[in-house]
């Protein structure tokens, strides 16, 4: 029960609660782990009773069965299905996100049926009070976070309005969307992400998507760059100047202005997880805040670097002293951290910034600790919410996922990342360039 109601916490999409879990990434991430111990723990518990059960002369299905006898209590064996089901679809890769989204509101319902029969049932909860009131506390949170994210966050939930200024693409899938503010501006750090909702579109369906931000804090507009993956972000081509759009948050951790004791980086980014790192690299050139830079644009070949231009202007630009590398794999095999602490040498104090495909940023963190690199130097952010098959709706923020927050890299044979995802799927939402790295 008390995992149950920190996995709906976390979801819970609050600026509030999202520092209690270092980001919204690591929250999503706490929510994928303790998903599945949650209903481990449950299935344990049920396994527990089989030896009484078979004892007076019942079945294993009269635990698990609904309605199978009259020695079932179907009120627990009914919320016992829906938890197994709900699970089970949540780590479905087959549903279009806007209804793998929709079912994550079921849990709300199940989360009240399991309260229910741990207060009401078993003498120890009865009996003693402390117990009983720190149920009903985990109930509240539970129940308090699941009723503002599923009835009260399409409604109250703190917006700021914005209407397209301009759609233009970049590459064969990806684009950037400039929005210019109808009222008030969004306040944020290069390198966080917000979600985006059209009002209307659609027939008025609430589908909120994650992507991230590449302009600068200090420029009016503002602008997401998005890689074209599912539904939502391939329709984003066809906005029109000044259509509507609510634009949520900003969300996440991943931005130097979080980790100030550190003055020299070192930032990668693969695919569309070059999108924070144009935010940050557009904010150098009016923050006056000296850092030394180093940044690498991991790419298969120039022809998928659409803001290579834009990086080696901004190098010029930046207050900063920046080295940047586009890192073509097919020309130069991957980049490794070996490379990287070579290039990096004699200094040592620095801090890793990464953003790219999960698989990409698994290999590259593990490559550095072995290089010596402290754990706490290296900083990710990781938006793989949901993962479809092809031909279905993106899931949320790859930010990649949709969008643009991360994106796979490809790579020629022999010189991927082993674990990084074929292009028989497409995940979406990672690190924050987003990339929906966000959203769909």
Request: aromatic fraction near 10%.
């Amino acid at each position: 029960m008390a995992l149950m109601a920190v996995i709906l916490l976390a979801t819970a999409r609050s600026r509030m609660i999202e520092p209690l879990f270092g980001g919204l990434d690591r929250a999503v991430a706490l929510h994928r782990l303790l998903g599945p111990i949650a209903v481990g723990l449950v299935v344990v518990h049920v396994l527990l009773y089989i030896p009484t059960t078979l004892e007076r002369g019942g079945s294993i299905a009269d635990l698990v069965v609904p309605f199978w006898s009259p020695l079932v209590n179907n009120f627990n064996a009914v919320m016992f299905v829906l938890l197994l089901a709900a699970v089970g679809v949540a780590y479905s890769r087959r549903l279009r996100y806007e209804r793998w989204l929709s079912l994550h509101g079921l849990m709300g319902p199940i989360f009240l049926g399991t309260s229910a029969h741990a207060l009401l049932a078993g003498p120890t909860v009865q009996a003693f009070e402390p117990l009983r009131w720190w149920l009903w506390l985990l109930v509240f949170i539970g129940l308090g976070a699941w009723g503002y994210r599923v009835l009260i966050y399409r409604r109250a939930a703190p917006r700021c309005n914005y209407r397209v200024q301009s759609v233009t693409r970049r590459g064969a899938d990806a684009l950037d969307l400039v929005l210019r503010p109808h009222d008030r501006r969004l306040l944020y750090e290069p390198g966080t992400f917000v979600f985006i909702n059209r009002p209307g579109a659609d027939g008025g369906r609430w589908e909120p998507h994650p992507f991230s931000i590449s302009s600068s804090p200090t420029e009016r507009d503002l602008r997401l760059s998005i890689r074209q993956v599912g539904d939502f972000t391939r329709s984003l081509a066809n906005l029109q100047r000044g259509d509507a759009i609510e634009v949520f948050g900003p969300f996440g951790g991943f931005t130097m202005h979080r980790f100030a004791r550190y003055r020299r980086f070192v930032c990668i980014g693969a695919g569309i997880g070059i999108t924070p790192f144009l935010s940050m690299l557009r904010f150098e050139a009016t923050n006056d805040d000296f850092r030394r830079l180093w940044l690498w644009y991991v790419v298969h070949d120039a022809a998928d670097a659409p803001y290579d231009a834009e990086l080696r202007e901004g190098v010029d630009r930046a207050d900063s002293y920046v080295d940047y590398e586009l890192w073509p794999t097919s020309e130069r095999g991957r980049l490794t951290a070996a490379q990287v602490v070579d290039a990096v040498r004699p200094l040592e104090d620095f801090a890793v910034m990464l953003c790219g495909p999960p698989a990409f940023m698994r290999s590259m963190t593990r490559q550095f600790i072995a290089q010596g690199v402290p754990p706490e130097r290296i900083i990710s952010e990781d938006f793989s919410f949901h993962t479809t098959r092809p031909g279905r709706s993106s899931p949320r923020p790859d930010r990649g996922a949709d969008g643009g927050l991360s994106t796979a890299v490809a790579l020629p044979p022999g010189q991927g990342y082993k674990a990084a995802p074929s292009r028989s799927e497409e995940t979406v939402l990672r690190c924050p360039s987003g990339g929906e790295t966000a959203g769909e």
